[in-house]
């Protein structure tokens, strides 16, 4: 089978698939989806109209707006749109060097958190079924597709496990508590369609590995701490530290380690 | 203009025998009484940081035999534990339990508004000092406090280790199930003190109660979590645990399990009434076994200052800060519209060591809209008018009753045979109406 060259279609596929085994589990809400749609592709074309930039196709909107819709849980109609704004918003508005650096999709969810408890996340809505399967399929794709360049992913992922097992370890708790801990939807979305966006995470890749494991650290502070959704937080927190990396890097090296523009992601440039 | 089959409600109360129960902590004994650990009920008032928890208790053995081990997250001083009353979480049972609402069809021939009126509740568904001091100091326990409020002796204790712990407690006289201290350890670990708490019988005697009153405790903590996991050292069996959790603003679930809305807004045939109880059994149970017995299921969530329709009175701003609702009544904090600001969310859980491996902990959202686990019976109108409504309302029954049935099937899980049975007259027979009651009726 051959697979898309653009890797986002994939990703579109994958994020339609966690769409579905949201809304088989009860009570998933959709109302918002086209609030979410509709703020997202609508701000992404005002600002290419606005700063006259050439069209940059409306993949990218898309995608943010799938991981708003699965990540996003609103008590207010004007919460969703006003996400989709800053979400795209933030592209265009907070850049270093040519380049945005938080996640839009993060960004707008950690924004609406942050400014009204009328916004938030919840981790566990997907329940359990059939998350495995997702997780077997997310890892295969990412195995699978040459253009899939999920070092951001692994290296957040085995930092999170290790770290993970180390707390479940010296709490004395069972091999099942790691089991459920790691079986949450919102840390599938996370670690494949968030944290591995090209456009918002280093440009080397050893600069990379380490924002992974930052995040990861920040990630596990905050869960000890007893902060929820500390991975959304920890992103969100660490999103500076990419302009950071970059400025070090490319002192060091004169040419970038790699071209990123073929990484899925929820958020690719504008 | 088409008649409304009209609607008539009157109240029925269907109630079923609670059994005897506990909190989520696990019970020791100081002797080898029998103890019930099925079913409990907690109510946890949460504002920021600010906690209160009512641990409700339905102890039905030997008072003596009474013991409780919860962890709490620092060393509580006397004022911040209370003795509750009973009646604090009898209400916010009759308040917030699932609910049969019951409507009359009036005369088709006579077209009138519908009035929903009452509702009738689903009851309970569930159902030595200084010997002591110098034992602790060698097995790694301290004992940080030690009061007695109501017909409670109480003991905070910091332990280094989980061992010493359990020790301690066998050999002050409580029974611990075997290998505790696997469950005490990630407690003790994560630096959590313990409230230990058992019936000072003669103080208990003064209070002239025949069983015993919750206990509260009230402190600041991040840690927005219930420790069940103690609870499942001595189990036998899946535990019920409801929850009422309240806040100022906003729906409570968990951020570490799914948390599911309960079926609800059903029509199910006139027979339920009578068998209210068995029917929200099964399907809370079936709704359990869909969700791989791993969800919570959320049975209540309304703003405490009205019903629609009440079960029971929404509860007092009295109650409510005995609760440990503090704000309640403050000038500062009125509630827009003229409500109680206090939002009420009824979490029911089925939980084992299998399905259930965490603690668990909760996340307040900003969801406010209100929803209830609710059923409706709709009595047919068998009054003898001759109309051309009645005629064309005595057709649609069969298919009504028959809509009705495969509704209590697929919540239930139960048999269709046997529902048809319960129905009576009114179970459905198959096909359509035969054709000859067409031609003359």
Known sequence: MRLPKDPRWLQIGFLCSFLLLGLTARDFPIWHAPLLFASCLGTQLLCERLLKLPHAGLLSPIITSFGLTLLLRAGAWWVPPLAGILAIGSKYALRIRGRHFFNPANFGLCCLMLLTPSAWCSPTQWGEHGLLLLWIFALGLAVAHRAFRADVSLAFLVSWIVLRTARVHSLGQRPEVLFHQLTSGSLLLFTFFMISDPKTTPRHRGARIAFAAIVACAAYVLSVHWVQNPIVWALFFCAPLTPLLDALTTRQEEKPACAPSQQPSLSPAP | ?441
């Not at chain 2, 053995?61 to 409780?68: I, V």
């Not at chain 2, 009440?310 to 701003?317: E, G, K, Q, V």
């Not at chain 2, 198959?430 to 009651?437: L, R, S, V």
């Open chain 2, 1 to 441: 203009m088409r008649s409304i089959p009209a609607a008539l409600a009157f109240a029925g109360a269907v109630a079923l025998a609670s059994p005897a129960q506990a909190f989520c902590g696990f019970f020791v004994g100081k002797a080898d009484g029998k103890l019930f650990n099925q079913s409990s009920q907690v109510a946890i008032v949460r504002d920021g940081d600010r906690t209160v928890i009512t641990m409700g208790n339905d102890f039905k053995g030997d008072m003596d035999e009474f013991a409780l081990v919860v962890p709490v997250p620092s060393v509580l001083t006397r004022d911040q534990i209370h003795v509750g009353e009973r009646k604090l979480l009898e209400r916010l049972d009759a308040y917030s339990a699932p609910r049969l609402v019951e409507y009359t069809d009036e005369d088709p021939c006579n077209v009138r508004r519908v009035y929903p009126m009452a509702a009738a509740p689903m009851s309970a568904m569930r159902s030595k000092d200084g010997m002591m001091k110098e034992e602790a100091k060698v097995l790694g326990v301290t004992v940080e406090a030690a009061y007695t409020v109501g017909e409670y002796d109480i003991v905070l204790l910091s332990a280094t280790q989980s061992q010493g712990l359990e020790i301690w407690l066998r050999e002050s006289g409580y029974r611990i199930p075997p290998h505790a201290s696997k469950a005490l350890a990630p407690y003790i670990r994560q630096n959590m003190k313990f409230f230990v708490a058992r019936v000072n019988v003669k103080e208990q005697r003064k209070t002239g109660y025949q069983e015993l009153r919750p206990i509260q405790i009230a402190f600041e903590s991040p840690k927005f979590m219930l420790p069940i996991r103690l609870g499942m050292a001595n189990a036998d069996g899946p535990q019920d645990l409801i929850v009422y959790a309240m806040t100022r603003s906003g729906r409570v679930e968990s951020s570490n399990y799914q948390t599911v809305k309960i079926p609800s807004n059903a029509e199910v045939p006139e027979f339920v009434q009578q068998k209210f109880g068995d029917f929200y059994k099964s399907l809370f149970t079936k709704d359990w076994r869909e969700h791989d017995q791993r969800a919570i299921a959320t049975e209540y969530v309304w703003n405490m200052g009205f019903c629609d329709p009440c079960s029971a009175d929404p509860l007092t701003p009295d109650e409510l800060r005995e609760l440990g609702a503090f704000w309640v009544g403050d000038p500062n904090t009125a509630f827009r519209g003229g409500g109680v600001p206090v939002t009420l969310t009824r979490l029911h859980l089925r939980y084992d060591a299998d399905h259930f491996p965490e603690d668990l902990v909760f996340q307040q959202t900003g969801d406010q809209q209100n929803f209830q686990g609710r059923y409706i019976i709709r009595h047919p109108w068998r009054g003898s008018s001759s109309c051309s409504a009645a005629s064309s309302y005595r057709e649609q029954l069969p298919a009504r009753h028959r809509q009705q049935a495969q509704t209590v099937a697929s919540l239930t899980g139960w048999d269709m045979d046997r529902i048809h049975r319960q129905m009576g007259s009114d179970a459905p027979t198959d096909g359509e109406t035969a054709w000859w009651k067409k031609i003359w009726h």
